[in-house]
């Protein structure tokens, strides 16, 4: 069975720093991405990373204050979020998609909720001013 776990959600004031770590079993195989989802809003992506590193991607949202990498255990991907501000505020999801070589759909598709096979429970970042 296909394991995808988040953590790491918390509550910071604005500014501040947090890490997410997503730890899935199957990411040797596979593109993992953080998406998020705020209340009333739809899910969306913010930023997907290929086995190994090679290609990232980042929503313009979030580029310069989040960055996704691998762990050295090669089955954990953090997302290390700083300069928080409100508007980050959401349910922070692991998600991943098997994909030969790992490697992370292309273009539009790779923020795209149909394209990922599974899916964490979710992890709550809340931002106060």
């Known amino acids: 069975q296909v394991r995808v776990v988040e953590s790491g959600g918390g509550s910071v004031q604005a500014g501040e720093s947090l890490t997410l770590s997503c730890v899935t079993s199957v990411y040797g195989r596979a593109c993992v991405s953080w998406f998020r989802q705020a209340p009333g809003k739809e899910r969306e992506g913010v930023a997907a990373?290929?086995?190994?590193?090679?290609?990232?991607w980042y929503a313009d949202s979030i580029k310069g204050r989040f960055s996704i990498s691998q762990g050295d255990a090669k089955d954990t991907v953090y997302l290390q979020m700083n300069n928080l501000k409100p508007e980050d505020a959401a349910m922070y999801y692991c998600a991943a998609v098997l994909a030969y070589g790992g490697n992370c759909p292309p273009g539009a598709r790779v923020s795209a909720v149909q394209q990922y096979d599974f899916w964490g429970q979710g992890t709550q970042v809340t931002v106060s001013t």
């Open positions: 990373i290929s086995f190994g590193g090679v290609g990232i």
